[in-house]
């Protein structure tokens, strides 16, 4: 992992993608940026409570240090996945952005250059994507649901159906997200996982234990490893170790200083912002 300081912001790379040449991308922390308080940073949402000037002003400081302008489908916590590309080669960009509007999708996969595939995270894993061989990337939303989704293994999947992509040549960064320290789950939320597909069911982490804090009640709950049911599905998938890169800091806890969550700063509730994209030639 690298770590860069700029004008107005902070971020972290990926070794592995930031040694490929072809590929911008980057894991943009709270630090930085134009939102007042309570955000205080480069808050990466327009829907949490923000000003939409201040965020507005924090998405020129991303486009700035990645170089290319940002695009983004809805988010649907789900495990649905889009193919990014213009109509034609001439459409422009508010059209493409446009259409994107009424996608909704926890997968974004582009062989498109120039296109800075971008989400705001608070919590949920970001899944970085790029398979040298066919130029193609992709950013997935790993939160509870993409995770029993298997939304890690499915957009590899679709990279290969549509692109060709082979698992074992595709380089994949995981992101920061909120773990079992942090992220108490319900009886529901561990079904869903037991009812889910093999790669799903068989890699999740869930901890049952006591809460370990001011309100324990003595009785066990059940914590889940959004970061790590992430990584294992990934691995499962035939992602091989050497091209799997992790940033394990919990968003709730030790990451919480640098990043954002949803779960454990509630009356905060930024989001930061997570970008790859092919460089135009
Ligand atoms: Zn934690």
Same mark, same amino acid.
């Given at each position: 992992?690298?770590?860069?300081?700029?004008?107005?912001?902070?971020?972290?790379?990926?070794?592995?993608?930031?040694?490929?040449?072809?590929?911008?991308?980057?894991?943009?922390?709270?630090?930085?940026?134009?939102?007042?308080?309570?955000?205080?940073?480069?808050?990466?949402?327009?829907?949490?409570?923000?000003?939409?000037?201040?965020?507005?002003?924090?998405?020129?400081?991303?486009?700035?240090?990645?170089?290319?302008?940002?695009?983004?489908?809805?988010?649907?916590?789900?495990?649905?996945?889009?193919?990014?590309? +213009?109509?034609?080669?001439? #459409?422009?960009? *508010?059209?493409? !952005? @446009? $259409?994107?509007?009424?996608?909704?999708?926890? =997968?974004?996969?582009?062989?498109?250059?120039?296109?800075?595939?971008?989400?705001?995270?608070?919590?949920?894993?970001?899944?970085?994507?790029?398979?040298?061989?066919?130029?193609?990337?992709?950013?997935?939303?790993?939160?509870?649901?993409?995770?029993?989704?298997?939304?890690?293994?499915?957009?590899?999947?679709?990279?290969?159906?549509?692109?060709?992509?082979?698992?074992?040549?595709?380089?994949?960064?995981?992101?920061?997200?909120? +773990?079992?320290?942090?992220? #108490?789950?319900? *009886?529901?939320? !561990? @079904? $869903?996982?037991?009812?889910?597909?093999?790669? =799903?069911?068989?890699?999740?982490?869930?901890?049952?234990?006591?809460?370990?804090?001011?309100?324990?009640?003595?009785?066990?709950?059940?914590?889940?490893?959004?970061?790590?049911?992430?990584?294992?599905?990934?691995?499962?998938?035939?992602?091989?170790?050497?091209?799997?890169?992790?940033?394990?800091?919990?968003?709730?806890?030790?990451?919480?200083?640098?990043?954002?969550?949803?779960?454990?700063?509630?009356?905060?509730?930024?989001?930061?912002?997570?970008?790859?994209?092919?460089?135009?030639?």
């Amino acid at each position: 992992m690298i770590e860069r300081r700029a004008d107005f912001c902070e971020y972290l790379l990926f070794e592995h993608l930031y040694a490929a040449s072809a590929v911008t991308h980057g894991v943009f922390t709270r630090r930085g940026g134009f939102s007042g308080p309570p955000f205080n940073g480069l808050n990466c949402s327009v829907s949490v409570g923000d000003t939409r000037e201040a965020v507005l002003r924090n998405y020129d400081v991303i486009v700035r240090e990645i170089g290319l302008p940002l695009v983004s489908a809805r988010i649907a916590h789900g495990n649905n996945i889009a193919v990014i590309e +213009r109509a034609t080669p001439e #459409e422009p960009l *508010d059209a493409l !952005r @446009a $259409r994107l509007r009424a996608t909704i999708v926890d =997968a974004m996969i582009t062989a498109e250059r120039g296109l800075g595939l971008f989400w705001a995270f608070g919590d949920c894993a970001p899944l970085l994507f790029y398979d040298p061989r066919h130029q193609v990337v992709a950013l997935a939303h790993g939160g509870w649901r993409g995770a029993a989704g298997a939304i890690g293994p499915r957009t590899l999947q679709t990279m290969r159906d549509r692109f060709g992509t082979r698992v074992e040549e595709t380089l994949v960064g995981v992101g920061p997200a909120i +773990r079992t320290c942090c992220y #108490e789950i319900t *009886d529901e939320v !561990r @079904a $869903r996982f037991a009812d889910a597909t093999p790669i =799903a069911r068989d890699t999740v982490i869930i901890e049952e234990r006591p809460m370990l804090n001011a309100r324990d009640d003595g009785k066990p709950h059940l914590y889940l490893d959004v970061t790590y049911s992430n990584v294992r599905q990934l691995l499962a998938a035939g992602v091989t170790p050497d091209h799997l890169e992790v940033i394990d800091d919990c968003t709730g806890c030790v990451g919480l200083n640098r990043f954002y969550s949803h779960r454990m700063e509630p009356e905060v509730d930024g989001r930061f912002g997570v970008v790859i994209g092919l460089r135009e030639e």
